[in-house]
């Protein structure tokens, strides 16, 4: 069985439904289909060109318009051409609000590994990039890139990502979200003074990348963004920008000002 996606994911593969996945709360609204036989597991690379960069407060995966509906327009895309092909099989997408653990099986799919910082790492792309899924009932024979049949490097645990991290949020046992810097810049309420000490260091009202930007995988990532998320680099958050179609306006004005303020007159 051959696929044509018509460019609409940069890099795909394939793997087999396991199923005994938990729907999550958010995701029971659209739940995968209860005889799916097949991923369709795509990533989207966003590294953008550096000067795109220019003045930026947020993190890198902020910068593009909102990557829920730019990867979602192009799953969404998709299903609707394997419907017109096979009628009587149900496609079902999801991107990051999803009750599948996408990482784990953007790797099944031969797209990468996972790195210590519980992110995919792709050869091309490094780990620069986001997830997204289609679940199938149709059965197909698992796939992967031509580039990706041999088996990256494991992850080797060089600690670069861990040792950079000023939250300590990566250690020898695993990863502490309570402590990263990225989570903590979308919890409600007050944050702790040593919290608020990491993120004014940053500079970031938003995500963190510093794991990201020490891993030595990225090193020499390929620069490729999808035309959309190019068009729609905003790198700097301020306390009015409009919030639509961006990745964190989920979160409401509230959290953002917090933010700001920390970073800039705490």
Same mark, same amino acid.
């Given at each position: 069985?051959?696929?044509?996606?018509?460019?609409?994911?940069?890099?795909?593969?394939?793997?087999?439904?396991?199923?005994?996945?938990?729907?999550?709360? $958010?995701?029971?609204?659209?739940?995968?289909?209860?005889?799916?036989?097949?991923?369709?597991?795509?990533? $989207?690379?966003?590294?953008?060109?550096?000067?795109?960069?220019?003045?930026?407060?947020?993190?890198?995966?902020?910068?593009?318009?909102?990557?829920?509906?730019?990867?979602?327009?192009?799953?969404?895309?998709?299903?609707?051409?394997?419907?017109?092909?096979?009628?009587?099989?149900?496609?079902?997408?999801?991107?990051?609000?999803?009750?599948?653990?996408?990482?784990?099986?953007?790797?099944?799919?031969?797209?990468?590994?996972?790195?210590?910082?519980?992110?995919?790492?792709?050869?091309? /792309?490094?780990?620069?990039? $986001?997830?997204?899924?289609?679940?199938?009932?149709?059965?197909?024979? #698992?796939?992967?890139?031509? +580039? /990706?049949?041999?088996?990256?490097?494991?992850?080797?645990?060089?600690?670069?990502?861990?040792?950079?991290?000023?939250?300590?949020?990566?250690?020898?046992?695993?990863?502490?979200?309570?402590?990263?810097?990225?989570? *903590?810049?979308?919890?409600?309420?007050?944050?702790?003074? +040593?919290?608020?000490?990491?993120?004014? #260091?940053?500079?970031?009202?938003?995500?963190?990348?510093?794991?990201?930007?020490?891993?030595?995988?990225?090193?020499? #990532?390929?620069?490729?963004?999808?035309?959309?998320?190019?068009?729609?680099?905003?790198?700097? *958050?301020?306390?009015?920008?409009?919030?639509?179609?961006?990745? /964190? #306006?989920?979160?409401?004005?509230?959290?953002?000002?917090?933010?700001?303020?920390?970073?800039?007159?705490?």
């Amino acid at each position: 069985m051959v696929f044509d996606f018509n460019g609409a994911f940069p890099l795909w593969g394939i793997c087999e439904w396991t199923g005994g996945i938990p729907c999550l709360p $958010f995701a029971k609204a659209n739940p995968p289909p209860h005889n799916a036989k097949s991923v369709i597991v795509a990533a $989207f690379p966003y590294l953008l060109p550096e000067d795109l960069y220019e003045g930026r407060n947020i993190a890198r995966y902020a910068v593009p318009g909102d990557y829920h509906e730019i990867a979602g327009a192009r799953l969404r895309r998709v299903c609707g051409m394997l419907r017109g092909q096979y009628p009587e099989e149900a496609f079902i997408w999801y991107c990051d609000s999803s009750p599948l653990p996408e990482a784990a099986l953007a790797v099944k799919a031969g797209l990468g590994i996972r790195g210590r910082h519980n992110l995919l790492i792709t050869k091309e /792309y490094g780990s620069w990039v $986001f997830l997204g899924e289609i679940v199938t009932t149709l059965p197909t024979e #698992a796939f992967s890139p031509p +580039e /990706y049949d041999r088996p990256m490097d494991l992850c080797g645990g060089c600690g670069k990502c861990r040792e950079a991290c000023p939250a300590k949020a990566l250690t020898e046992t695993g990863f502490r979200r309570e402590r990263c810097l990225s989570y *903590l810049s979308q919890r409600r309420g007050a944050l702790a003074p +040593e919290a608020q000490q990491g993120m004014r #260091a940053s500079g970031i009202a938003w995500g963190c990348d510093i794991c990201q930007e020490r891993c030595p995988h990225n090193i020499g #990532a390929r620069v490729n963004p999808l035309p959309e998320f190019t068009a729609s680099a905003s790198p700097r *958050l301020t306390a009015g920008a409009p919030l639509e179609h961006r990745a /964190y #306006a989920w979160r409401g004005r509230e959290i953002l000002a917090r933010n700001l303020e920390i970073i800039y007159n705490a």
